[in-house]
T-cell receptor, first 116, second 114 residues
């Protein structure tokens, strides 16, 4: 299995521009998570989906952030308009419940976003 | 609400020395506990997890952790560290009722000195 795939790996953009981050979860996994990691705030859960449906988006910082999961193999996290304080590493992770409770989350390599 | 506290932001140790990374959690209900590791410029990967049963859990790369319910702790240990263990280590917790959602601690950076 290729693992969780994220693109792009690095993104540099200017303030005010739209940014779209992409994620392909591990095949067969029915949970998908988006995290943001910064030095100041650590690892924060932004939103997670179950069977393509958003379950908890309480971690989404503000309306500039939106996430979609149109099908089981693809999700996007969009920031519009972007701001310098959005600079961070964004991780996507997936998991399944085939193994029961306490399922392991598998992380992608992350997208390093820099907003100038 | 549950929370996770990692008291040490950085832990420097010499190669081949033992190490303990501390983790305490707060929850009024039963939880699952995890340790994840993040190597430089990579995503997180699972080291070990406690779901139930034996309180001593063994993971990959020679790490182990002990669940102590009375002290609400889940400390990570390794008897002899290697340079390749240099990484950031995250303790995490999830509730039985919401097993899919994991709350991560702030992380402990382990640096190994030769």
């Amino acid at each position: 299995d290729a693992g969780v795939i994220q693109s792009p790996r690095h993104e540099v953009t200017e303030m005010g521009q739209e940014v779209t981050l992409r994620c392909k979860p591990i095949s067969g996994h029915d949970y998908l998570f988006w995290y943001r990691q910064t030095m100041m705030r650590g690892l924060e859960l932004l939103i997670y989906f179950n069977n393509n449906v958003p379950i908890d988006d309480s971690g989404m910082p503000e309306d500039r952030f939106s996430a979609k999961m149109p099908n089981a193999s693809f999700s996007t996290l969009k920031i519009q308009p972007s701001e310098p304080r959005d600079s961070a590493v964004y991780f996507c992770a997936s998991s399944g419940l085939a193994g029961g409770p306490g399922e392991t989350q598998y992380f992608g390599p992350g997208t390093r976003l820099l907003v100038l | 609400a549950q929370s996770v506290t990692q008291l040490d932001s950085q832990v420097p140790v010499f190669e081949e020395a033992p190490v303990e990374l501390r983790c305490n959690y707060s929850s009024s209900v039963s939880v699952y506990l995890f340790w994840y590791v993040q190597y430089p410029n990579q995503g997180l990967q699972l080291l070990l997890k406690y779901l139930s049963g034996s309180t001593l859990v063994k993971g990959i790369n020679g790490f182990e952790a002990e669940f102590n319910k009375s002290q609400t702790s889940f400390h990570l240990r390794k008897p002899s560290v290697h340079i390749s263990d240099t990484a950031e280590y995250f303790c995490a917790v999830s509730l039985y009722s919401s097993a899919s959602k994991i709350i991560f601690g702030s992380g402990t950076r382990l640096s190994i000195r030769p």
